[in-house]
């Protein structure tokens, strides 16, 4: 790993804990797209990498600032995690299957819809 590599691994990784931290996004909406951006990385090896990342429990303190302010619901927060890791089982296995070109495209289509309903939206 030389310098350059370091230098955007540790920008990507402080401006993806940055805006999770602050908006609740990161993986997805930061570091996927730096990963393709600054690492050249493929949309699978991208999506996989952001996944390895979160596998551990990277946002632990900045949930812990949310509860010690009385903002986490840990009964609905059990549950989503519960689920999420099925969900994320059974998306991984399509997601792998699917070509990155087509894969690419969902990925930002969704992007773009999140985007227009949050700018837009009530």
């Known amino acids: ?11 990507i990784g402080l401006l993806a804990g940055f805006f999770s931290g602050t908006l609740g996004v990161g993986g997805s909406v ?10 050249n990385f493929s949309q ?7 996944l390895a990342v979160l596998a551990v429990p990277v946002t ?8 010690q302010e009385g903002f986490v619901n840990w009964k ?5 995690a519960i689920t ?17 070109a087509l894969l690419k495209k969902i ?3 969704v992007l773009f819809i999140v985007a227009i309903k949050i700018i837009f939206g009530k």
């Open 60 to 67: 632990l303190l900045a949930a812990y600032n949310y509860y």
């Open 107 to 109: 990925f930002g289509g």
């Open 76 to 80: 609905y927060a059990i549950v989503i």
């Open 84 to 100: 999420f890791v099925i969900g994320g089982y059974l998306g991984s296995k399509l997601a792998i299957s699917i070509n990155q």
């Open 1 to 11: 790993m030389n310098t350059s590599i370091l230098i955007s691994l540790i920008l």
């Open 44 to 50: 699978h090896e991208a999506q996989g990498t952001s």
């Open 30 to 39: 930061i570091m996927i797209p730096l990963l393709i951006l600054l690492m």
